[in-house]
């Protein structure tokens, strides 16, 4: 298994906070893993059920123009990117996995609003499942660096 160890956060109330979060239905059994994950951690940080905004897409390439638009609306203090890319029998894997990347930056960078990462690149359905808690670990790095944008 990956080590997972991504540093240690402070938990902090982030009660107040305005969550987004866009899911890619593709790989399904996965991305709602994903989620709640996701959710969980939200929960943690005290966010209320309210303050979170799921939005579905067909898959992870569409993830990017979604971001692009929550952005734009100013309604968010970060956005979480849930989605699950596993490798086939053809070069689809790379591109997907290329636009998708690119493309979440573009919005980060674009938007000054942080997105979390949690989009999986992985070889197989087997490896996906050992990462369902990189939800988790996406909605902690975007709820983190929103904090630390706001002390700015």
Same mark, same amino acid.
């Given at each position: 298994?990956?080590?997972?160890?991504?540093?240690?956060?402070?938990?902090?109330?982030?009660?107040?906070?305005?969550?987004?979060?866009?899911?890619?239905?593709?790989?399904?059994?996965?991305?709602d893993?994903l989620?709640?994950?996701?959710?969980?951690?939200?929960?943690? +940080?005290?966010?209320?059920?309210?303050?979170?905004? @799921?939005?579905? *897409?067909?898959?992870?390439?569409? /993830?990017? %123009?979604?971001?692009?638009?929550?952005?734009?609306?100013?309604?968010?203090?970060?956005?979480?990117?849930?989605?699950?890319v596993?490798?086939?029998?053809?070069?689809h894997f790379? +591109?997907?996995?290329?636009?998708?990347?690119?493309? @979440?930056?573009? *919005?980060?960078?674009d938007?000054? /609003?942080p %997105?979390?990462?949690?989009?999986?690149?992985?070889?197989n359905?087997?490896?996906?499942?050992?990462?369902?808690?990189?939800?988790?670990?996406?909605?902690e790095?975007?709820?983190?660096?929103?904090?630390?944008?706001?002390?700015?």
């Amino acid at each position: 298994m990956q080590n997972t160890n991504n540093g240690i956060f402070k938990d902090f109330d982030a009660s107040g906070y305005r969550l987004g979060i866009v899911v890619a239905q593709f790989n399904k059994d996965i991305t709602d893993g994903l989620l709640q994950t996701a959710l969980a951690k939200a929960s943690k +940080y005290n966010i209320p059920e309210e303050n979170v905004k @799921i939005f579905m *897409v067909a898959g992870s390439i569409e /993830i990017p %123009v979604i971001l692009k638009a929550m952005a734009e609306s100013k309604k968010y203090d970060c956005l979480v990117a849930l989605g699950a890319v596993i490798r086939g029998e053809t070069a689809h894997f790379e +591109y997907v996995a290329k636009v998708v990347s690119e493309g @979440i930056l573009r *919005v980060q960078l674009d938007s000054g /609003i942080p %997105v979390g990462f949690g989009i999986l690149t992985c070889e197989n359905v087997a490896q996906a499942k050992v990462r369902i808690n990189f939800g988790a670990n996406a909605t902690e790095a975007a709820l983190q660096s929103a904090k630390l944008i706001k002390g700015l």
